[in-house]
């Protein structure tokens, strides 16, 4: 009965739903009826996955033991069509987050992952669906990802969280937030930022300089310029700029 109360409430406030131990909930979308996918975590079996019926207990149906990428699951939200469904897992205080068919689950009781994001040595947390569209944050650039082995290049992190969108449907990743967009201007606002270190400046530029810059590159890089102190970094500008007017 306990878990038939969380059901229940988790389909009628699926803001909020509440949350058990060892548990998952993510309310469905569904005209026939009140559909819960529930995730058990299990020590030695590995995460149990079930559809609960909330309208009739008795058509509630076991789909199978499926593993995410991780270890954990510790997060999962369908989108409203009720194509895609976001995993995200940890292992070892490393997250990574797969997008999976909600159909061949539901239907052919098969995991079949779509697309997998791996952050590392970042985090990354979605937010929210927008038809085949995930919105995502994460501390790493990730448009920037290596076509080959879909990471994003270790260094190419982000001081703050900024938000993305991934299409499920190509893979593409595109900037939402201002710094994700403009990944120049965000690396040159910390250039020019006087709280930051000298080796996040030092980061910062390098990683300016792999964005491949081009002339309009050169008004962001004058401005840090303008402020900049080290001579090291001075000159390293200056290189730049003389290489952007040159071309």
Aim: glycine content about 6%; hydrophobic content about 40%; some cysteine.
């Amino acid at each position: 009965m306990l878990v038939g109360v969380f059901v229940a409430e988790a389909q009628n406030s699926p803001e909020t739903s509440p949350k058990l131990p060892g548990m998952l909930l993510e309310p469905l979308k569904s005209p026939e009826a009140k559909m819960v996918l529930c995730v058990i975590l299990t020590e030695n079996d590995g995460p149990q996955w079930f559809v609960f019926n909330a309208d009739a207990w008795g058509q509630n149906e076991r789909l199978g033991s499926f593993d995410a990428a991780l270890m954990l699951i510790t997060e999962m939200k369908a989108s409203a069509d009720g194509q895609y469904l976001a995993v995200l897992s940890v292992g070892e205080g490393h997250p990574m987050l797969e997008v999976i068919d909600l159909p061949k689950l539901l239907q052919s009781k098969s995991y079949s992952v779509l697309q997998t994001i791996d952050p590392y040595p970042g985090v990354v947390n979605f937010q929210s669906w927008n038809g085949s569209q995930l919105q995502i944050d994460s501390d790493v650039l990730l448009t920037r990802r290596d076509p080959k082995t879909g990471r994003v290049p270790d260094e190419m992190t982000l001081s703050t969280q900024e938000t993305f969108a991934l299409n499920v449907l190509t893979g593409v990743i595109t900037g939402i937030s201002e710094g994700a967009r403009n990944p120049i201007a965000y690396y040159t606002k910390v250039l020019m930022d006087q709280r930051a270190s000298e080796a996040e400046k030092d980061k910062a530029l390098s990683n300016l300089l792999t964005l491949n810059p081009d002339e309009q590159t050169i008004a962001y890089l004058l401005k840090a310029l303008d402020q900049e102190k080290d001579p090291k970094r001075v000159l390293r500008l200056l290189e730049e700029i003389k290489k952007l007017r040159g071309k």
